[in-house]
């Protein structure tokens, strides 16, 4: 297997200035792996590889004048979600309705990662409009699990999760509206992140539920995330919940020490026994909770009773927000227009009714109706309410503990057609409701050989923090960089 493609972001750096590697052979490395595994894998929609090709040469002409010169991602190779506008290029979000969309600009982080020197492979696939937890939402192809391609790789971010997972690529970018980032990261051997709500910029990305987005990244270790994170937050005045964070260096000081473990408190959700855990999972989980107390780290119990409507919380507040969203898709202003219409309504219905999929029509209809005069407080105003309850849970569970800690999903990756239990994601959706940080980080292979991940998640605004705890875990979890021999 050729060593680069598992090569991190830093190692792949110091190739880079110690002109072992450049990034031209860098990128044309992971091209070739594409062409071959893509077909099968299906992780890219589409690639731009003399668009990459041009920007890795001017990368490598900036690392021969010198340091001075050289960016931050200098060269480094990553894909993009299909979510996220880049200027000029396509950005379908999975769907036929932005099947023929450009994007007229970039969004915030895309404009940020150019300026950091990071060479775009291509767009990956997801659920379309990142409805789903498989990919097989998406109105162009299903993503296989590098690890078992008759197993979904997750989603929505599945494109992303695989690409990285596979060697198809050294990072990539994902959205997480309810787990999108860290549900197929555990699933596909990588580590999955997703910030504090508001500490990186929606400007640019396709929305699903506008309380609950965030962007977030996929990398092979702690480390690379707090890099790129490094880069891509910050404030954005396009954003109106952007926190006003100057540069903040989250890599900084960052050296995966298990020391930081020594004493710190860790929660462990009571609610999490009152749900069925598959036996791989378990059995990981309860490995790592072992490595935890070695390292000196005291496991408590938290207690927050309101876990138990997570689902119905998200279902109810994301279906509101996306009815709310997806209203912009008339046909009229962009994306497919019906050439059957016969009045401005039926116009409306038939562009929606001819391109849009079984799930996102589905999840229209239901945001309509827990907004509809007569359901709006027995629904959704209550689901608000008791989300306001959960918040104050996980609130008061941070007093005790400064991480919580649990598996990344309670079931292993359905084979396709199968689906996943509704509760498999709440204790990573929770990050979603209440706005915090979380992340995934691969620990274990099962017997047949499929990776499983554990998710620390930590209070508002703690990212850096959140980091120091997950590099510290992963110098303990002996988990080792590997992509599948496919
Ligand atoms: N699986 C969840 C859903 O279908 C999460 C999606 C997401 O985070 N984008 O809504």
Not at 62 to 76: D, F, M, P, S, Y
Not at 134 to 144: I, L
Not at 260 to 289: N, R, T
């Amino acid at each position: 297997m050729e060593k680069i493609l598992t090569l991190t972001i830093g190692e792949m750096r110091e190739e880079f200035e110690t002109k072992r590697l450049s990034s031209v052979e860098a990128v044309k490395t992971f091209y070739k792996r594409i062409k071959e595994k893509n077909p099968v894998l299906k992780a890219f929609l589409e690639t731009r590889e003399e668009k990459a090709l041009k920007a890795a040469k001017e990368s490598d002409e900036r690392i021969a004048v010198g340091a001075q010169n050289i960016r931050a991602l200098e060269g480094i190779p990553m894909a993009i979600k299909d979510n996220f506008m880049i200027k000029g290029e396509a950005m379908s979000s999975s769907s036929k309705y932005l099947e023929n969309y450009i994007s007229p600009y970039d969004a915030d982080v895309i404009e940020k990662l150019k300026n950091a020197g990071a060479v775009f492979l291509g767009r990956t696939n997801m659920d379309e409009f990142a409805m789903g937890g498989s990919t097989e939402t998406s109105a162009y192809q299903k993503t296989a699990n590098p690890w078992d391609i008759c197993r979904i790789p997750g989603g929505s971010s599945g494109g992303s999760a695989c690409a990285v997972g596979s060697g198809m690529a050294s990072c990539a970018l994902g959205s997480d509206t309810g787990g999108s980032i860290r549900q197929p990261a555990g699933f596909c051997g990588v580590v999955g992140y997703k910030p504090s709500y508001g500490l990186i910029s929606r400007y640019g990305i396709c929305a699903l539920a506008s309380s609950f987005d965030q962007a977030g990244t996929f990398t092979r270790n702690v480390k690379d995330t707090a890099e790129i994170v490094s880069i891509i937050s910050g404030k954005d005045y396009r954003d109106s919940v952007c926190e006003p964070n100057e540069y903040i260096n989250y890599a900084e000081n960052l050296n995966n020490n298990a020391d930081i473990l020594k004493g710190m408190k860790i929660g462990i959700p009571k609610q999490l026994k009152d749900y069925e855990i598959d036996e791989p999972i378990m059995e990981a989980f309860k490995k790592a909770v072992k490595d935890i107390e070695t390292a000196g780290a005291q496991i408590i119990e938290i207690d927050a009773p309101s876990y138990k409507y997570t689902p119905a919380l998200y279902k109810v507040i994301m279906c509101a927000e996306v009815g709310a969203n997806i209203a912009t898709f008339d046909g009229i202003r962009y994306g497919h227009r019906s050439k059957k219409g016969v009045s401005l309504n039926d116009e409306y219905a038939k562009s929606r009714a001819e391109s849009l999929g079984y799930e996102v029509k589905k999840r229209i209809l239901f945001g309509t109706y827990v907004l509809g005069a007569k359901n709006y407080h027995r629904c959704y105003h209550q689901a608000q309410r008791v989300r306001t309850l959960l918040i104050n849970e996980i609130e008061a569970a941070f007093k005790q503990c400064e991480a919580i800690f649990t598996p990344a999903s309670l079931q292993m990756p359905v084979k396709f057609g199968e689906s996943l239990r509704e509760e498999s994601d709440i204790f990573i959706m929770a990050a979603n409701l209440a706005g915090l940080p979380g992340i995934t980080v691969p620990v274990s292979m099962s017997k047949d050989n499929i990776p499983i991940g554990v998710h620390f998640m930590s209070a508002r605004l703690t990212d850096k923090r959140l980091f120091e705890i997950a590099g510290g875990f992963e110098a303990i979890s002996g988990w080792k960089i590997q992509i599948p021999d496919i």
